[in-house]
C-alpha cells in the first residue's frame, strides 16, 4: 500500500518536473533580451531539478544510488546559482544592459501611476 | 574577492580533519572498488584537496559558520523550498501566458552589516529563486534583476522581514 | 514514465540549442550550453534508471563538474577579451 503511495508520488513529480523543464525551454525560447531568459533557465535549473531528482530518488529508496542522487542534486543547487551569477555579471561587465527599469521607493511613492498600470 | 589570499589564520584542526573525512567518506562510497592501490590513491588525493583548500584560503572564510547555523539550516532551507515553489509557479504562469506580461526590474539591496559568507547565500538563495537573479555584488549592495514588478516588491519585503529577523536566516 | 520526462528533457535540450544558435549575443549562446549541460546531468540521472545502469549516476556527478568548469572557463575567456578591447569603458 506504502509502495504505491510512493509509486504515484514520485510518478506525480516526475510528470511534473519534466512539464518544469519544458515550460523553462519554451521560456527561454519565448522570452526577449538575455536577462529574462536568465530567469527561465533558473526555472529548470532549480524547480525542476528538484522535483526530478526527489522523483527518482523515491523510486530509488533508501541505498547507494539515493545517495549519490542526493549529491549531484545539492551539487546542482549549489553551483546553479553560481553559474547564474557568473553569467549575469559577465555581461553586465562587458556592458550589456538590462532593459529594465528601477524600482524607485515604491513606498515612499505608491501612488505613481507609471507604476500603477503594471500592478494587477 | 582576492583579498585575503595572503592572509592565513589559526586554522582549527576541526576543520581541516572534517573536510578530511567527509572527502575520505565521499571517495569511499563512490569508488566502490577497496584495492589497496585505490585505497592510497584516494588517500592521496584527499589529502592533496585539503592542502590545496587551505592554500586556497578556504579555511579563512568559514569562521561564521558556526554551530548554531547548522542548527538553523533545515528551518532556511525549509523556507526557501516554499519560496522556490511559489515563485517558479508564477514564472511559469507567466512564461505560458500568451501575452507575456513580464515587466523587467532591476532593485539594489543594501547589507552592510553582513559577512562575506552571509553575502555569498543571500546572493545565491535569490538567485536560486526563479524570477529573481543577482546580478552584481558590489562592496556591500547587491543589485537584483526580477522579471515583473511584482516579484521585485516581494523581494524586497522580504528583506525587510530577514532584517528585523522575523524570517529564517542562517545567522 | 522515465521515457516521458527524458523526452521532454531531450525536447528541452532541442530548444536550448536552437537558442545556442539564434542568440544574438554570445551570453545567450553560453547561457542555452549552460542550461543543455544541466539538463545533459538530468537526463543521465534519468537514464540510469530507466535502463536500470546506476554507474550513469557517476557519468552524471562528473558531467556537472565538467559543466560548471566549462561554463566559468568560457565566461573567463570572454571576459578577458572583452576587457582587452574595451578597457576605457569600465574599471
Known amino acids: ?120 | 574577492m582576492n583579498k585575503r589570499l595572503g592572509q592565513q589564520g589559526a586554522v582549527g584542526p576541526l576543520q581541516l580533519g572534517g573536510l578530511f573525512l567527509l572527502l575520505l567518506v565521499s571517495w569511499l562510497l563512490w569508488s566502490g572498488i577497496y584495492k589497496p592501490l585505490l585505497l592510497w590513491l584516494g588517500l592521496f588525493s584527499c589529502l592533496l584537496s585539503v592542502w590545496l583548500a587551505k592554500r586556497m584560503g578556504f579555511f579563512d572564510h568559514t569562521q561564521s559558520l558556526t554551530m548554531r547555523s547548522l542548527l538553523r539550516l533545515p528551518a532556511y532551507c525549509w523556507w526557501l523550498l516554499v519560496e522556490v515553489i511559489k515563485s517558479s509557479l508564477a514564472v511559469a504562469r507567466l512564461v505560458l501566458s500568451p501575452s507575456l506580461p513580464i515587466s523587467p526590474t532591476v532593485v539594489e539591496l543594501i547589507a552592510t552589516d553582513e559577512s562575506d559568507v552571509s553575502k555569498v547565500i543571500l546572493g545565491n538563495s535569490i538567485t536560486l529563486s526563479p524570477g529573481t537573479v543577482t546580478i552584481d555584488v558590489h562592496e556591500d549592495r547587491l543589485l537584483v534583476h526580477c522579471l515583473t514588478k511584482k516579484g521585485a516588491r516581494d523581494l524586497l519585503q522580504q528583506e525587510a522581514l530577514r532584517r528585523s529577523s522575523k524570517r529564517p536566516g542562517l545567522d | 514514465m522515465y521515457f516521458v520526462v527524458s523526452l521532454a528533457i531531450l525536447v528541452t535540450m532541442v530548444l536550448a540549442l536552437v537558442r545556442a544558435l539564434l542568440g544574438p549575443s554570445v551570453y545567450d549562446r553560453v547561457l542555452a550550453v549552460n542550461m543543455f549541460g544541466t539538463k545533459t546531468v538530468l537526463l543521465l540521472s534519468v537514464i540510469a534508471f530507466l535502463f536500470g545502469r546506476p554507474d550513469f549516476l557517476d557519468l552524471a556527478l562528473a558531467y556537472a563538474l565538467i559543466n560548471l568548469v566549462g561554463i566559468l572557463a568560457v565566461l573567463e575567456f570572454f571576459q578577458n577579451h572583452t576587457r582587452g578591447t574595451q578597457e576605457h569603458e569600465h574599471d
Open chain 1, 1 to 120: 500500500m506504502t509502495n504505491l503511495v510512493l509509486d504515484i508520488l514520485s510518478w506525480v513529480l516526475l510528470c511534473l518536473g519534466g512539464g518544469f523543464v519544458l515550460i523553462g525551454g519554451i521560456g527561454s525560447l519565448r522570452l526577449p533580451g538575455f536577462y529574462t531568459r536568465l530567469h527561465s533557465a533558473s526555472l529548470t535549473d532549480t524547480m525542476a531539478t528538484i522535483l526530478i531528482f526527489t522523483g527518482i530518488i523515491i523510486q530509488a529508496g533508501f541505498s547507494l544510488a539515493a545517495f549519490k542522487l542526493l549529491a549531484i542534486m545539492v551539487f546542482l543547487l549549489i553551483t546553479g546559482p553560481t553559474a547564474s551569477y557568473a553569467l549575469a555579471n559577465a555581461a553586465l561587465q562587458s556592458g550589456l544592459k538590462p532593459d529594465a527599469d528601477a524600482l524607485d521607493e515604491s513606498q515612499a511613492d505608491p501612488k505613481n501611476p507609471a507604476e500603477r498600470e503594471d500592478v494587477e
